[in-house]
């Protein structure tokens, strides 16, 4: 058995900001946003459990919707690989005063849906065909979709714009680079050397070790580096629904895909490789990239993604970390609400 203590080790792979005031502008009432009498999923109040076909046999996928919007919606794409929706819940704070429809999901895996132990299952490709699927179950089209992804999730979407992007209205990949191998370089020799020394050599003892379950590891990359890099809140502090889904953790999924270590993605991980720098070109559907000063991603690499599609936005979120929804909330938010507003009014 796993130590308690793991699930808050695993992070979920794991310009200028955007300050324009955000103003509420629900083109229906508040009645029309809630009204689901209409909708198939009314008996359960917009959840909607949605089978997938996969190489090895069928399995069901859990989403929920809030709201309705007929040319505003957004599904959402966790991190881990392995996590939940949970860690999304923030946005009840923002989107439904916008009027933006949105839905949760937990992927193939993830614990509101089936969790089937082949691990060949976990594998981006056909994760890129479960979202297809999820798309097609839900109704939605270019006329109305936005994809975001964050983390694991921004891998993701960015996987499924290069393949399905005439089904999109606008792409959000937040949080994520382009390329694990530079992802690897920037937590060796920017983050890391970052970290007091003693601290960094004892950190790496038991990487070498590859005692990654120890408690003294856990706690030293927990309170020394998640708390700069993942979430910049002390872990007593560490939001009720990012603490949930950490609970809800496949560890199956997350190190068949991402590997054991928390300083980078090592052994023998199906992402170790993943690279689209070359490929982002291809992406011609409007784009917003978020990025974060204090992320363990590059910044920097976050803004070449707007650069490198063909019809790409930046937004910073100077004061937030891998998990800005929640310490630079502000900023995150009014960046991505404007920039969905943007797109559906032809201002982008």
Known sequence: MKPYFLYFLIYTFVLTACKTEIKTSITSSNTDYLDSSEKDDQYLGG????????????????????????????????????????????????FPNEGIEYYYYDQLGSYYSDQPTDLSLWDLDR??????????????????????????????GMQYALKYQE???????????????????????????????????????????????????????VNNYYTEHIIRLPVSEWPEPLNRSFKHLNYEVYVTMQGPSEFGIKGDANLKLWDVKADLH?????????GATYDTMD???????????????????PNG?????????????????KFIKDVDTGAF
């Open 321 to 337: 970390s891998h998990l800005s929804q929640f310490d630079d909330q502000k900023i995150y938010f009014e960046g991505l609400i």
């Open 299 to 317: 910044p920097e690499q976050m803004k070449f993604i707007s650069e490198e599609v063909q019809n790409g936005r930046f937004l910073l979120c």
């Open 47 to 94: 959840i909607k459990m949605i089978p997938i076909s996969t190489p090895k046999g069928e399995f069901n996928v859990w989403t929920k919707r809030v709201g309705n919007n007929p040319t505003m919606k957004v599904l959402l794409l966790h991190g881990g690989p392995g996590m939940t929706h949970e860690i999304y819940e923030s946005f009840d704070g923002y």
């Open 127 to 156: 994760f890129v065909e479960e979202v297809e699927q999820v798309r097609i179950a839900l109704g939605l089209t270019n006329d109305n979709f936005y994809l975001f992804g964050q983390s694991w999730g921004g891998i993701l």
């Open 167 to 221: 089904n999109l209205k606008g792409l959000i990949i937040s949080n994520m680079v382009p390329s694990i191998p530079d992802y690897q370089k920037y937590s060796d020799e920017v983050l890391a050397p970052k970290l007091d020394p003693d601290v960094l050599k004892e950190i790496m003892f038991y990487e070498d070790k590859e005692d990654y379950t120890n408690a003294r590891y856990m706690d030293l990359v």
């Open 282 to 290: 291809e992406i011609t559907v409007p784009t917003l990239s978020i």
